[in-house]
């Protein structure tokens, strides 16, 4: 099995499509498929608990690894143990581990 | 090195302007510490990040009035290092500027090791990497 690599830079406050990247991925993991979805950038900001923590931790749920870039936690100010129940934090080497080992990538 | 790999990366984004350029430097590194082979094809804007003619300026906003006081980091530089990095590790980045997007925008002076190509490269780089990762701008 390949799996995927599902790359989401951009938060939910400024971007309403990120919502259908969530639901591509937990899609994706419900279809059997070894989904993770990396969080980075402002990515990363619903990851903390805020109106849309949920979706992403509905993510989780649904099979998906749900990792966070530990630079841009640290960057905003975002501890790793207020991170949300399903997601965690992990450092950007995962992305290249995986884009290594073939897993299909997609960047948003 | 049994387990070396070729990965491909397109970038779009001029430099100064957003963290995706950031975040693709990033990779790059993390790859090239790894001795793979990497491909970097630049499109659009992110022609202009080794772009030779970037300078230094003076801040003194952040209370730095002269050059040298603010060390203001320039992405020629890193990709610079890049290059330097991957060779160090047995690697290589070949670092392609596409050369349309080059003419219009006059950045036809790179650091050592970029070359210019075409959007045909990039499929070449793809066709010919374990994996390629298309970081768009929008």
């Known amino acids: ?9 951009r938060d939910p ?25 990396f969080l980075v950038q402002n990515g990363v900001l619903p990851a903390r608990k805020c109106v849309h923590s949920e ?21 905003r100010g975002i501890a790793i143990g207020a991170l949300v ?9 995962v992305v290249v581990d995986q884009l290594a080992e073939g897993r299909k990538a997609m960047w948003h | 090195m049994a387990d070396k790999k070729t990965l491909t990366f397109a970038l779009m984004d001029a430099p100064f302007e957003t963290a995706r350029t950031t975040t693709a430097l990033r990779l790059i590194d993390i790859a090239a510490r790894r001795g793979y082979d990497i491909n970097v094809f630049a499109y659009e804007g992110a022609v202009f990040v080794p772009f030779a003619l970037q300078k230094q300026h003076a801040n003194p906003i952040h209370g730095h009035p002269e050059v040298e006081e603010e060390d203001h980091p320039l992405p020629r530089e890193w990709v610079s290092a890049l290059i330097a990095e991957a060779e160090k590790n047995g690697g290589k980045i070949d670092w392609v500027n596409c050369g349309l997007c080059v003419d219009e925008r006059g950045a036809g002076e790179s650091v050592e090791g970029v070359r210019r190509g075409t959007p045909g490269d990039f499929w070449e780089m793809a066709s010919a990497s374990d994996n390629t990762l298309v970081i768009a701008t929008k």
């Open chain 1, 13 to 37: 406050f400024d971007w309403n499509d990120v919502s259908q990247f969530y639901d591509l991925a937990a899609n994706l993991a419900k279809s059997g498929n070894q989904v993770t979805l």
């Open chain 1, 1 to 9: 099995m390949v799996g995927y690599l599902l790359i989401e830079s």
């Open chain 1, 85 to 93: 129940t399903g997601v965690s934090a992990a450092a950007l080497d």
């Open chain 1, 55 to 75: 979706a992403l931790s509905a993510v989780a749920r649904a099979g998906v690894d749900v990792l966070a870039d530990e630079f841009s936690l640290d960057e």
